[in-house]
């Protein structure tokens, strides 16, 4: 479940929907205000990854940085350590436990539907997905997106909307298989300042590193974050 883990990603700053809309619910203009008003976002998180078919599941904690366009640092440190950098130049996934690191190219994430750019709000949703309000769930507002050409990723998400704040606290993502990745913030820290440095990943010395960013999406055996 290594790049399924990852979706991870914790889906970012419970998904910087800058440049997006929730199809036409009421709903939708003020995430969209609130969202696009940002220039980045740290938040904590806590992390549920279920595998159907054995029924497992893996609780993960770590904090994600976001700044836009397209900068990502997602961080786990527990149970076990993991790190995932995006960058509009590479994208490197590193376990620091294993002295490995992968090295990607940057043209993973140019795919409208592509999990890095739907959680940070590079997707457009209104034109990718269809959304549904299912009403107040604990407190929160529940979305549900469909999208129009379901990949092997993707296949359904959930997002649940804070209306007091207009930002998302938590949002679930499944793939074809029925496998689930569970992202609750318990944190959001909106328009922090963050250091370029956050974005930058050199592997230690004595690290391995496999360098797939030359074979392009052929680089990855299963798509990223998956």
Same mark, same amino acid.
């Given at each position: 479940?290594?790049?399924?883990?990852?979706?991870?990603?914790?889906?970012?700053?419970?998904?910087?929907?800058?440049?997006?809309?929730?199809?036409?619910?009421?709903?939708?203009?003020?995430?969209?205000?609130?969202?696009?008003?940002?220039?980045?976002?740290?938040?904590?998180?806590?992390?549920?990854?279920?595998?159907?078919?054995?029924?497992?599941?893996?609780?993960?904690?770590?904090?994600?940085?976001?700044?836009?366009?397209?900068?990502?640092?997602?961080?786990?440190?527990?149970?076990?350590?993991?790190?995932?950098?995006?960058?509009?130049?590479?994208?490197?996934?590193?376990?620091?436990?294993?002295?490995?690191?992968?090295?990607?190219?940057?043209?993973? @994430?140019?795919?409208?539907?592509?999990? /890095?750019?739907? =959680?940070?709000?590079? !997707?457009? #949703?209104?034109?990718? $997905?269809? &959304?549904?309000?299912?009403?107040?769930?604990?407190?929160?507002?529940?979305?549900?997106?469909?999208?129009?050409?379901? @990949?092997?990723?993707?296949?359904?998400? /959930?997002?649940? =909307?804070?209306?007091? !704040?207009? #930002?998302?606290?938590? $949002?679930? &993502?499944?793939?074809?298989?029925?496998?689930?990745?569970?992202?609750?913030?318990?944190?959001?820290?909106?328009?922090?300042?963050?250091?370029?440095?956050?974005?930058?990943?050199?592997?230690?010395?004595?690290?391995?590193?496999?360098?797939?960013?030359?074979?392009?999406?052929?680089?990855?055996?299963?798509?990223?974050?998956?």
């Amino acid at each position: 479940m290594r790049m399924h883990r990852l979706v991870a990603f914790a889906v970012m700053a419970a998904c910087m929907m800058a440049g997006t809309a929730f199809a036409a619910d009421p709903l939708a203009g003020k995430i969209q205000a609130r969202y696009d008003s940002m220039s980045g976002m740290k938040g904590e998180f806590t992390q549920v990854l279920t595998h159907k078919e054995s029924g497992t599941k893996e609780q993960r904690k770590g904090v994600l940085y976001f700044k836009k366009p397209l900068l990502v640092r997602w961080e786990t440190k527990s149970p076990v350590k993991e790190l995932l950098v995006v960058t509009p130049k590479e994208i490197w996934n590193a376990f620091p436990d294993e002295d490995l690191a992968y090295k990607y190219a940057s043209d993973l @994430t140019n795919d409208s539907r592509s999990l /890095v750019r739907v =959680v940070t709000g590079q !997707s457009r #949703l209104e034109q990718d $997905f269809y &959304i549904e309000n299912k009403g107040e769930d604990n407190g929160l507002t529940k979305l549900l997106a469909y999208p129009k050409e379901p @990949t092997q990723a993707l296949t359904e998400a /959930v997002f649940w =909307v804070d209306l007091s !704040s207009n #930002l998302i606290k938590r $949002f679930r &993502i499944i793939d074809f298989y029925g496998n689930e990745n569970d992202i609750t913030f318990t944190s959001q820290e909106v328009d922090p300042r963050l250091a370029d440095s956050l974005f930058t990943y050199t592997p230690p010395k004595g690290m391995k590193v496999e360098d797939r960013s030359k074979g392009g999406s052929g680089g990855v055996k299963k798509p990223l974050m998956q």
